[in-house]
């Protein structure tokens, strides 16, 4: 029977149907995570090809290979930047059932949310790669580095660290709009939420369940990223070398000499 006082319908509905939220909210987390960290593998390869040169003297299947591959990154970001992920949930998932090729909704889930986020990322990542101040791709050109180990070894480690607080971002915000793949009945934390509500009619109750764990998993995120990236910049306290650092520590005389 549901209590009368709100409070006592919270209680109740924690007490009815507190596992079923926490598996909402466990199945939030790994899509958010999951689609964060494909996105980003996604958001890099579309952020090198960006950054390819073309020279005079490239090939010319070269070239038609690379201006093709741009174009479609061009079409593929603006397509999916510019269209609702909840839109995209249901062309995916419908539109596969349509041509004969079911998937389930969790993998339908997967996949919007890794391609929605690398749209975004390619973005985030071509910018992260050109806020790189441009010697350091000419010095790993001059010591016979091409453009794939140039971007892998010496541009992407300080592109990730200038982007790190828009992956975070990104991770919070795929918490968040996880909840639109309740269109195609993907059991998150959203959709368990509806459920619940329509069962006892208690729709404002499960609204408030449902925000109170979204802010905790955002809260926690946020700090968790937080502590990521200032162990990412190391210690405050650090000297940097000096010529007479070095001297004294290799054991090196650096008082002047008199000249006769």
Request: with cysteine; charged share 15%; aromatic share 12%.
């Amino acid at each position: 029977m549901l209590p009368d006082s709100f409070i006592g319908q919270i209680a109740f509905l924690l007490e009815k149907y507190g596992s079923a939220y926490l598996n909402g909210a466990k199945l939030t987390l790994i899509l958010a995570l999951v689609g964060t960290l494909f996105g980003c593998l996604i958001g890099f390869i579309c952020g090198i090809v960006q950054t390819i040169p073309l020279e005079k003297n490239d090939n010319i299947l070269k070239k038609v290979v690379v201006r093709f591959a741009k174009f479609f990154i061009a079409v593929y970001v603006e397509f999916f930047r510019g269209t609702p992920m909840m839109a995209q949930a249901g062309l995916i998932y419908y539109g596969l059932q349509y041509a004969g090729y079911p998937i389930s909704v969790i993998a339908a889930g997967f996949f919007v949310i890794s391609i929605n986020t690398g749209a975004y990322m390619a973005e985030t990542m071509r910018g992260g790669i050109f806020s790189v101040e441009n010697g350091q791709t000419e010095a790993a050109k001059a010591i016979g580095m091409n453009h794939f180990q140039t971007m892998l070894f010496v541009i992407l480690p300080q592109a990730i660290r200038n982007i790190m607080p828009q992956i975070g971002n990104n991770f919070i915000i795929n918490i968040k709009d996880s909840s639109v793949l309740s269109v195609i009945s993907t059991v998150e934390l959203m959709f368990t939420a509806r459920s619940v509500s329509g069962t006892y009619y208690t729709y404002f109750q499960s609204m408030v369940i449902a925000c109170a764990i979204y802010l905790t998993m955002t809260v926690i995120s946020s700090r968790l990223l937080r502590l990521l990236e200032k162990r990412i910049d190391g210690a405050d306290n650090y000297d940097l070398s000096t010529t007479d650092t070095l001297a004294h520590t290799s054991g090196m005389n650096t008082a002047p000499t008199k000249h006769l």
